[in-house]
């Protein structure tokens, strides 16, 4: 694949920006030089090679699922300056 004129003007109406002309050929040797090395890529031998998400195994370590009572309500509100009725005690803030 080659990338032309026509082809940056389309990705540059996807991308909703404007670029200059010297922007447009700078752009269009970028991308070109990226499929060149995509195509130097392609040329290696990945013959027995499996496809890896990680270069190294990722295992997931997870806790057991379980509930558990942490903190009791009396207990949260004995850190509270002032509490009424089970609840905190705040100062009002819309008149």
């Known amino acids: 694949m080659t990338i ?8 540059e109406s996807l991308a909703r920006i404007e670029l200059t002309d010297e922007q447009r050929e700078e752009t269009e040797k970028d991308l070109q030089d ?3 090395y995509i195509d130097t890529l392609n040329e290696l031998p990945t013959d027995g090679v499996q496809p890896l998400s990680h270069s190294f195994p990722v295992t ?4 057991q699922d379980e509930v558990k ?3 009791t309500r009396d207990d949260i509100l004995k850190n509270a300056p002032e509490e009424k009725d089970g609840c905190f005690v705040v100062p009002k803030t819309v008149e």
Do not use: E, F, G, P
Not at 4 to 11: A, F, G, N, S
Not at 60 to 63: I, L
């Open 60 to 63: 997931n370590v997870m806790r």
């Open 34 to 36: 990226i499929l060149t």
């Open 69 to 71: 009572m942490h903190n």
């Open 4 to 11: 032309d004129k026509t082809l940056v003007r389309y990705l």
